[in-house]
């Protein structure tokens, strides 16, 4: 783990997002850039360095960049709090839409994590197009973690992961990914099935899992085969009872007799949960 993004909207949800990624950055001695996406007119005339060259002295044009020098200096401001406590952070403003604009960052910089804050609600617009964090989920090659409420990270030793029957190097790829975090906390890994009564056999889904878990080089782990009704629930259940600080989901939204997780049920986990949820998405993974 080296590189972590935190998308800002200078919210204090969005600051949420930059106080786990410091409990994560601490242990790995990750950088975290700390970036907000905005879509301006000046477009590439607004330099990384925050400096800003104007083409024409338009009242426009001044009014833009005073809006984008106050933004650099707020995203500073809140960084600068953060590094007198000893954490490296870089600070960007992004001439971009927020979904294509994370895309192409993510494979610029080679992010390892993506770490947000959310409100797990959606305004008339993101009921179509989703919130900002289930943009990031949908154009990710790494890991997004996101969280709502909070979290305690004396809970992060334990971290629940939601499995399903799938091509073993494909989900083997979605836990190497997961361990990224897992190592930093030296956490145990939870490998959960909630498994279909009426088709599902206990034995052979224990040995396929142990399978996956040798593919993916996991050594501190255990495989819990689970009944219930609702799949969410069920992870969510058991997450509270091992007290897990961590919940990871492994999706695939395409169809097909290798199905994993549907878009629905990682939305309603990172909704329900509260607390800090891992989404990965295997559709990104060998883009």
């Known amino acids: 783990m080296k590189k972590i993004l935190v998308p800002t909207d200078l919210s204090s949800i969005a600051e949420l997002g930059l106080k786990l990624a410091t409990e994560i950055a601490k242990p790995c001695r990750a950088t975290i850039y700390l970036v907000n996406f ?12 925050g400096d800003l060259t104007i083409k024409d002295d338009t009242e426009q044009e001044v009014y833009t960049v005073e809006i984008l020098k106050m933004v650099k200096e707020r995203l500073e401001e809140i960084a600068n709090q953060y590094r007198r406590e000893g954490f490296t952070i870089e600070t960007a403003v992004v001439d971009n839409e927020f979904k294509s604009g994370i895309d192409e960052y993510l494979k610029a910089e080679a992010i390892d994590l993506v770490v947000m804050g959310t409100s797990g609600q959606e305004n008339a617009k993101e009921v179509f197009t989703g919130n900002h964090t289930e943009q990031a989920i949908k154009v990710s ?18 971290l629940v992961v939601g499995v399903n029957v799938i091509p073993d190097l494909q989900l083997a790829d979605g836990l190497r990914s997961i361990t990224l975090v897992s190592e930093c906390f030296n956490s145990k890994i939870h490998l959960v ?7 599902d056999s206990t034995l052979l889904l224990d040995e396929y899992f142990n399978r996956i878990a040798q593919i993916a080089q996991l050594t501190n782990y255990v495989i819990r085969i689970i009944d219930a009704d609702d799949t969410a629930d ?12 961590l ?16 878009n629905h049920l990682s939305d309603r986990i990172v ?10 998405n295997l559709n990104n993974t060998n883009d």
Do not use: M, W
């Not at 090659?141 to 334990?158: H, I, K």
């Open 38 to 49: 905005i879509k301006h007119p000046l477009g590439v005339t607004f330099a990384a360095t």
């Open 234 to 245: 069920g992870l969510l259940n058991y997450a509270q009872e091992v007290k897990a600080g």
């Open 141 to 158: 090659a790494c890991p997004v973690l996101s969280v709502r409420d909070g979290f305690e990270s004396t809970y992060f030793n334990n």
């Open 193 to 199: 099935h909630v498994r279909d009564k009426a088709s």
């Open 247 to 262: 919940i990871a989901i492994i999706k695939n939204s395409k169809e097909g007799i290798f199905r994993i997780f549907s």
């Open 271 to 280: 909704k329900e949960q509260g607390g800090p949820v891992i989404t990965v």
